[in-house]
């Protein structure tokens, strides 16, 4: 590992250290109350101490516990954070005075360890320092709350580096967090009174108290640090790791051109509905140019197919396995949040049938999916209940249900039933089922690339998309035409001998003097006829003009000889493609199920047909032939082996996984205990083994959270969007900078947008920007590949995403409701508004409410909603009306009323924020906009990402509900590029 990889690798471990810098809130976590003696001394008194470490226990059952409890035990102490200054909140008359604040709101939070005898430390390793919840700091959304400003904090910490490095002892680490609280917030630490920059309210009274929470973050992270730690000791090269983090950019590449050796290197597709869109199928081509240590990114808008292109990545890989007898290949998929690694589950055990007899079956008992999830601890009871295949790096659950004895004697069985049901044989063991499925993929793959070379000898003979057989016959049509101008030039030839012979010889003999070459030329230029005007003249002699008459024969017969080859060659390609066709119908594969389109032979039809019948069939029996080494695979964990985490057996068992689900899903937060092996006495990472790491949803994943992960692979492909939902980010601006200097990443504050260019930072980048950076290729002027095909929303609906942040290069591809004649609410329009009068909001704590506006869009819905069930018989319930809305009161607000006035309904509308919409689709989506008139809309006017997710969402209507007042940006704003869209569509 170089100095500045190492360096990198320092300041994403301290940025993970410093996780969840943002208020902690009080009745969401358990805490105790000590003296504010007991912080500045730093000891906490016996009780509360033993309080924290029985709570520390009873969290064992958490994903980290095995490791939190041995940690615990080997340094007896706790990661605490102390919530040092917290809001007093004050009653009158029973009520609250300062209604926006909530009941014990913390400002001012310092982390620590607690040791078992009550002694407090700080935590040098962890290096985590005190912070101020950025809601309370200026610039903010919806001031408050204001004790300080970013700036304030920047400037602090920009200036203590070296101090922070120098603490050893307590009263070190409280001069230091009193300096910093004091600075910011230019109040007294020792007193109970904290300034707000809020003019209305000048002044805020602190809580006496001083409340201790256990350090959660110990948990959620505790993997991702671990695996930090040991990047920073082994010297192993991890290239694609390296290539991640690297500051430099690489030189851009030519795109990768859809030739026909990239047609014939794409062997796999999950899906058998649909051919791979064109920017789809750029994206594999490039993918199957990729070398190791190479990071694809590809930007994927909504509805541009994303998760198609990753199941046709991972088919592809696994049918070249199985092609080559290779072991499976490793692949795992991760992002960080939930619900983006459920999606990939959900949608790899929904592959649509197209009707190949029990091909499309799996041949062994228990599974039923192409993935197989790697939930948390706290994330199993969700995964039963889902029906997801789910197991452990010990084998635990899926992987013991299917590994057990008797089922893989059934599942043998099983193997092959079905192998003799679908060739009509009559195999009688496994190894016969296995070789018949080789040499039926070997074939499949031998024709795909004879008929990609037939075409490709077609198209140099210029056919441009005009199907053979009509093209044959107009060659016959070339050639009768061809003849006949060859017997028509001897004919002509003879009459004009005949015209010759009739001149009198008087004439030819005197054609010297002018007057009878006058008269020859008359009956020269009389006989002359349309075609041979102006290549024969009534000065030629008939020897001139047979002469050029040869030519002329000499030119058709030299064009009927070259047609008539074409012809042949085109006669003898037809009749190969036929034979080929023949064999793959005798294969079960009907190529052409249209008599119509049976030759035409362009290269991108074939390629389509190809994707849907040949390269589906290939996936499916590469299935198959994985399932049946499966099956027979000796070198399998066994005895003491079973649950160990061996180098050998972990290997094993990832490829014995991978032969029957080659998809492994993970949040990055769980990936790296995943991959941590056992040996000779030692724990070590796996690193460099993953054939192939996937991102999803990679403009949702903070830089320093993943890139731990990319040292475990060999390549990667990340897949997002960055004009959708961003991160999460653990730390703010002003602490990001101060962890880059401190870890010497950049050696001063100008230097940080070098971080930001490259995106290799904490605060605001993802690792969608960072792959972009490490990707060779560029489109649209902007690194990284881009899928262009939107299917999902009218175009309607889809032109406002396009027009707002994706600069007009999505391709709409489902077309215009207002001329779809299957559109089935013909009566609204794709996007509208409903007109609600409304002032004001109403503010409750930090979050906004109006109730006019929601009791009106559940009485649309009350009057609507049968008619929109009726309109989609068979859509299900779920996906047809969804609710957004900026804040969560009005959420709740909705919710309530809803639940309130149609309780027969809630359960199947969805009502939330945009953020809980990342992923999703309704028919209708509403957008609830809170505002009234004398609000202005800041929330729509914030981040042009929301407002894109938020539209993007509507497959057929999108309809604004509220006062319309309240969009009052710009034209090019949000707001105002909402407004122009809706405002002349009235919703009634």
């Not at 014939?264 to 993918?287: D, I, T």
């Not at 050639?479 to 009739?502: D, M, Y």
């Not at 560029?778 to 889809?798: A, P, Q, T, V």
Request: proline share 3%; aromatic share 10%; net charge neutral.
């Amino acid at each position: 590992m170089d100095l500045k990889t190492q360096e990198i690798t320092k300041y994403f471990r301290s940025a993970v250290a410093a996780q969840s810098y943002k208020e902690i809130v009080f009745k969401d976590n358990f805490f105790q109350m000590v003296e504010a003696v007991e912080l500045l001394e730093g000891r906490i008194n016996p009780r509360i101490t033993q309080e924290l470490f029985t709570e520390a226990k009873r969290n064992s059952g958490h994903e980290d516990a095995e490791e939190s409890k041995k940690k615990t035990k080997e340094k007896s102490c706790l990661n605490v954070i102390i919530c040092a200054k917290a809001i007093k909140t004050i009653f009158e008359a029973n009520e609250k005075i300062q209604d926006e604040i909530d009941e014990l709101t913390g400002v001012y939070f310092i982390p620590a360890l607690l040791k078992l005898d009550g002694a407090l430390s700080f935590d040098g390793d962890e290096r985590k320092l005190p912070w101020f919840p950025r809601e309370f700091l200026h610039p903010m959304v919806e001031p408050k709350l204001a004790i300080g400003t970013t700036d304030a904090v920047d400037d602090f910490m920009s200036n203590q580096v070296d101090q922070v490095i120098k603490i050893k002892a307590w009263p070190e680490y409280v001069k230091f967090f009193k300096n910093f609280y004091e600075k910011v917030t230019e109040s007294q630490f020792n007193q109970n009174i904290i300034r707000n920059l809020d003019e209305k309210d000048p002044y805020f009274e602190l809580e006496n108290k001083v409340y201790i929470f256990l350090d959660k973050t110990v948990f959620t992270t505790f993997h991702i640090m671990k695996l930090y730690n040991e990047l920073q000791k082994d010297e192993q090269f991890k290239a694609l790791y390296h290539n991640f983090v690297s500051l430099q950019t690489p030189e851009t590449s030519p795109l990768v051109q859809n030739t026909w050796a990239q047609m014939k290197a794409h062997c796999g597709q999950m899906g058998g509905e649909y051919p791979l869109s064109q920017s789809q199928r750029e994206a594999v081509n490039h993918f199957n140019s990729m070398n190791e240590a190479d990071i694809l990114a590809v930007n994927g808008p909504p509805g541009t197919g994303k998760t198609t292109l990753l199941q046709s990545i991972v088919a592809d890989m696994y049918v070249k396995r199985a092609l080559h007898k290779e072991r499976a290949p490793v692949i795992v998929a991760s992002s960080t949040n939930n619900q983006a690694v459920t999606n990939i589950i959900a949608s790899f055990g929904n592959i649509k049938k197209t009707g190949l007899a029990n091909l499309e079956e799996r041949w062994i008992e228990g599974v039923d999916s192409f993935a197989v999830y790697f939930p948390a601890a706290s994330k199993i009871k969700e995964a039963e209940n889902k029906g997801y295949q789910y197991t452990d790096q010990k084998g635990n659950f899926f992987v013991a249900k299917i590994e057990d004895k008797e089922n893989l004697k059934k599942s043998k069985l099983k193997l092959i039933e079905s192998c003799n049901k679908y060739f009509g044989s009559a195999y009688k063991d496994i190894d016969a089922c296995q070789n018949r499925l080789h040499e039926e993929l070997r074939f499949l793959n031998g024709t795909k690339e004879t008929l990609l070379e037939l075409v490709q000898e077609v198209s140099e003979l210029g056919l441009n998309e005009e199907p053979l057989d009509e093209y044959i016959c107009n060659l016959e049509s070339q050639i009768k035409s061809g003849q006949g101008a060859v017997e028509h030039i001897r004919q002509r030839i003879k009459e004009w001998e005949v015209c010759f012979k009739k001149i009198p010889w008087i004439y030819r003999l005197l054609r010297f003097i002018k007057v009878f070459a006058r008269k020859i030329q008359t009956e020269l230029r009389l006989f002359i006829n349309e075609d041979e005007q102006g290549f024969i003249s009534e000065h030629m002699s008939l020897d001139e003009i047979k002469e050029k008459y040869s030519y002329k024969s000499e030119e058709q017969k030299k064009f009927l000889t070259q047609v008539k080859k074409n012809k042949e060659k085109l006669e003898r390609l037809k009749n190969r493609y036929d034979h080929e066709l023949s064999q793959l119908k005798y294969h079960n594969i009907d190529l052409n199920q249209k008599e119509e389109s049976r030759y035409r032979l362009d290269s991108g039809y074939v390629n389509d047909l190809l994707d849907t019948k040949v390269r589906y069939v290939e996936f499916w029996l590469a299935v198959h032939y994985f399932e049946c080494r499966w099956a027979l695979e000796e070198d399998r964990p066994v005895g003491d082996q079973v649950g160990k985490t061996f180098e050998s057996v972990l290997d094993k068992f990832y490829h014995r996984l991978s032969m029957i689900a080659p998809c492994l899903v993970m949040t990055f937060f769980t990936l790296p205990k995943h991959f941590r092996a056992y040996s000779v006495q030692k724990k070590f990472y796996l690193f460099n083994y993953i054939d192939l790491l996937i991102v999803d949803e990679a403009g949702q994943v903070s830089p320093e959270i993943a890139a731990g992960a990319f040292s475990l692979a060999k390549k990667a492909i990340v897949v997002g969007d960055i004009h959708q939902i961003e991160p999460v980010w653990a730390v703010n601006r002003a602490l990001d900078k101060a962890l880059a200097i401190s870890n010497r990443v950049i050696p001063g504050l100008r230097e940080f947008e070098l971080l930001e260019q490259t995106g290799l930072n904490c605060s605001c980048s993802s690792v969608m920007k960072v792959a972009a950076k490490c990707c060779k290729y560029k489109k649209f002027e902007e690194r990284g590949l881009f899928l262009s095909e939107h299917r999902r929303c009218y175009n309607e609906i889809i032109d406002y995403s396009n027009e707002l942040v994706y600069e007009g290069n999505l391709q709409p591809m489902r077309g215009e409701g207002k001329s779809d004649p299957k559109l089935p609410l013909k009566q609204w329009p794709q996007m509208g508004h409903m007109q609600i009068d409304s002032e004001y909001s109403l503010r409750r704590n930090s979050s906004r409410l109006n109730l006019t506006e929601a009791k009106q869009i559940v009485a649309w819905i009350g009057a609507n909603y049968t008619s929109i069930a009726n309109a989609y018989p068979n859509e299900i319930r779920e996906n047809l009306v969804g609710i957004i809305t900026p804040f969560k009161a009005q959420v709740q607000t909705i919710r309530a009323e809803l639940k309130k006035v149609l309780p027969d309904y809630h359960s199947t509308i969805s009502i939330g924020t945009v953020h809980t919409f990342q992923g999703a689709e309704r028919r209708v989506i509403i957008l609830s906009t809170v505002y009234g008139n004398m609000d202005g809309c800041y929330f729509i006017d914030a981040n042009k990402s929301l407002m894109n997710v938020a539209v993007s969402r509507a497959k057929d209507h999108f309809f604004v509900f509220g006062d319309i007042s309240c969009l009052q940006g710009p034209p090019t704003s949000a707001s105002g590029m909402l407004r122009r869209f809706v405002e002349a569509n009235a919703v009634r």
